[in-house]
């Protein structure tokens, strides 16, 4: 069950790192678009800066939005637990945010109870 549980962490934690990098570059150049047409006269620097800060916000938002999207799911009741399932819980099909329950559902052994 241990190796189950490091595999669904790891499947969680790789989507998460990849949309972060994703809008991390769409944003980063973006930034960079907008510094150079004002003529900011941004360094290097600045921009990597920037880029770190924002791939490690894009990363804590998107966990805490799975967090909430995983506790409304409980609370309205699409999300119950089911002995049989692979991890124990059922998620409805039609239930909003799905993919940010499921998520959730990686990234956290506690919602395994």
């Known amino acids: 069950m ?3 549980k490091a595999a669904m962490f790891f499947r969680g934690m790789s989507k998460v790192m990849f ?3 994703a809008v991390n570059l769409f944003l980063t150049n973006i930034f960079e678009y ?3 047409t004002l003529d900011l006269g941004l360094d290097n620097q ?3 800066l920037f880029s770190c800060v924002t791939c490690g916000l894009l990363t804590l938002w998107l966990q805490s939005d799975a967090r909430r999207a995983f506790a409304l799911a409980q609370t309205n009741g699409y999300v119950r637990a089911e002995g049989e399932s692979r991890d124990g819980l059922q998620i409805a099909a ?3 945010k799905r993919w ?4 959730h559902v990686e990234l956290s ?3 395994l109870r």
């Open 94 to 96: 039609d239930c909003p």
């Open 46 to 48: 600045a921009v990597t």
């Open 2 to 4: 241990t190796r189950t």
């Open 109 to 111: 052994s506690a919602a």
């Open 19 to 21: 949309i972060a990098i």
């Open 34 to 36: 907008l510094a150079q």
């Open 100 to 103: 940010l329950v499921v998520l």
